[in-house]
């Protein structure tokens, strides 16, 4: 019951993004030219729904390098088995970044295409099953249609309380007042001016409408919350049709201890080289470099993606000190 009220919450706040912009469309088209006015509401109905709109589609992080498929055509593969497996779409491009553990399945630009991420430094310590166990993780946290109408609900209320109660008089206009207050002659205690007193009906205005969108926002953001648990129990069915629970376990237990990072930040430092340094990783983890690995990636296939990740390695090493 409570998902279906969350799900009609989280569609009639979309469905009055939809009437903002129809309604600034159909303003528009019955005024002619000469109805500047209903030109101008039009416009102005049109630009709120413009700016209220989910936001669908994410940006690539700015540090991440997107990998020619030729040249890693190994990673390629992989990472389209794994995402076979998860029931997910394949990625349309596999990218690198060299100071983030964590792997991420994002949807980038309007189209939302599919971009996997993989984070170097854990990837170097990873053995190969637990590289499919990283993958995994990663395609897990895509979220269904729901969540997303959901998600993009929230958005679009935070974007209201921002429009209707974030706005606070502004500082520099406050200190030029005071100024001329003060070098007027003979004048004190000036009235306040028509910029002053817009800005205060306004923000009046503001909290009265905005009251009604922080209680839409608090009860979807309530109901939200009270069904993270069956999210995040999908998440773990698709991880775990993937790979054993274990690899799972290994991997979060890397990433929420991160003691994996001070032994390769002390070898780069020393300047040992790339296999080097994921030899000791795997050692240090009592995993041998000969792990056979799993259907998915087994230890030739992960040998052959160190191969096509080693110019990326050796660059991203550089900065592993940067990591905390």
């Not at 349309?92 to 964590?102: F, I």
């Not at 690899?247 to 994996?260: I, K, N, P, S």
Request: aromatic share 4%; hydrophobic share 50%; no cysteine.
């Amino acid at each position: 019951m409570k998902r279906s009220i969350t799900l009609v919450l989280a569609l009639l706040v979309h469905l009055l993004t939809v009437a903002f912009v129809a309604g600034g469309v159909w303003m528009a088209a019955v005024n002619n030219a000469d109805m500047i006015l209903g030109w101008l509401v039009g416009g102005l109905l049109v630009a709120i729904g413009v700016m209220l709109r989910p936001r669908l589609g994410g940006r690539l992080p700015s540090d991440a390098e997107i990998l020619d498929r030729q040249a890693a055509g190994e990673l390629y593969a992989a990472a389209e088995r794994v995402a076979d497996r998860a029931g997910v779409p394949r990625p349309r491009a596999v990218a690198v970044r060299d100071l983030d553990p964590v792997s991420r399945y994002l949807r980038v630009g309007p189209l939302r295409r599919p971009v996997l991420v993989v984070g170097l430094p854990l990837w170097l310590a990873l053995s190969p099953r637990q590289r499919a166990a990283a993958l995994a993780l990663a395609y897990a946290e895509t979220p269904t249609v729901e969540e997303l109408i959901v998600d993009g609900a929230l958005a679009t209320l935070a974007e209201w309380r921002e429009a209707l109660l974030g706005a606070a008089p502004s500082r520099s206009r406050e200190e030029a007042q005071t100024k001329v207050t003060a070098s007027s002659l003979g004048v004190v205690n000036q009235p306040g001016t028509t910029y002053e007193a817009a800005g205060l009906l306004g923000r009046v205005i503001g909290r009265v409408v905005g009251a009604p969108v922080l209680l839409a926002e608090h009860g979807l953001a309530r109901l939200a919350r009270s069904d993270a648990g069956r999210v995040e129990r999908r998440k773990e069915e698709l991880a775990r049709r993937v790979v054993p629970a274990a690899d799972l376990a290994e991997v979060r237990a890397m990433l929420a201890g991160g003691r994996y990072l001070a032994p390769m930040q002390a070898a780069a430092l020393r300047g040992e080289s790339v296999p080097a340094i994921r030899e000791g990783a795997l050692g240090r983890a009592s995993l041998p470099s000969s792990d056979s690995g799993s259907e998915l990636l087994g230890a030739a296939e992960s040998h052959r993606i160190d191969d096509e990740l080693l110019r990326h390695y050796t660059r991203a090493i550089r900065g592993f000190g940067l990591i905390s």
